[in-house]
């Protein structure tokens, strides 16, 4: 089955840096991945997702990057805000709705 | 916030026991997935549940059951309660035959003793 391998665990940055977050998946099959910020308490907010024939999309400070060949997409965050402080997970599905998320990533912005 | 609602917001049982759990989907969602995300891990799938079946499971055992009504809200059970199920458990709905999207919940914090 799918298996999301998510780097780095902990990120911290000043308020105002980038932050990048990578994930790996295994299934060739995947063609959807979804990146959730998860706030203290809170269930996973979807902020950006990517489909398989797209290679890059941005949203405001937000953008995903996508390489099917390498099986490798990543989260980039410009100017960080104290607000972004949370936990993202990226994850992958094959289209049947299932998804299967990486371990988590925790990211402090310090003022 | 998405729409999503579940009930109760934390729960506490004892071992052995039964505990059911509800989740009412977002306006126009026909399918309901369900996930257990144990303390500092990535969510979990249980299964999903589209017109009333369950359409794909992962990896839990039969003890894990759910539900979903005509009106698309749905519930978990877990019976037999074990150490091991204490965790937060969210529901996430979607539209199925268009997009993934998958909206979560804010989820049921479950302790077992």
């Known amino acids: 089955g799918e298996n999301v391998e998510q780097h780095p665990s902990t990120l911290s940055v000043q308020e105002g840096d980038s932050a990048v977050i990578k994930c790996t998946y295994s299934?060739?099959?995947?063609?959807?991945f979804p990146w959730y910020k998860q706030e203290l308490g809170k269930g996973p907010q979807l902020i950006i997702d990517i489909r398989s024939n797209v290679g890059e999309k941005k949203d405001q400070r937000i953008a995903v990057t996508l390489n099917k060949t390498a099986k490798h997409f990543s989260l980039h965050i410009t100017e960080t805000q104290p607000e972004d402080s949370a936990v993202y997970f990226c994850a992958a599905s094959t289209g049947f709705q299932k998804l299967v998320f990486g371990t988590g990533t925790r990211l402090l912005v310090s003022p | 916030e998405t729409g999503v609602t579940q009930s109760p917001t934390h729960l506490i049982k004892t071992r052995g026991q039964q505990v059911t759990l509800r989740c009412s989907s977002q306006s126009g969602h026909n399918t309901v997935s369900w996930y257990q995300q144990a303390l500092g891990q990535g969510p979990q799938f249980i299964f999903q549940?589209?017109?009333?079946?369950?359409?794909g499971r992962g990896n839990f055992p039969p003890r894990f059951s759910g539900l979903q009504f005509p009106n698309y809200s749905s519930e978990l059970n877990v019976n037999a309660l074990e150490l091991d199920d204490s965790a937060l458990y969210l529901c996430?709905?979607?539209?199925?035959?268009?997009?993934?999207?998958?909206?979560f919940g804010p989820g049921t914090r479950l302790l077992v003793l």
């Open positions: 549940y589209y017109r009333e079946e369950e359409n």
């Open positions: 299934d060739s099959a995947s063609n959807y």
């Open positions: 996430a709905s979607s539209l199925a035959g268009t997009k993934e999207t998958q909206y």
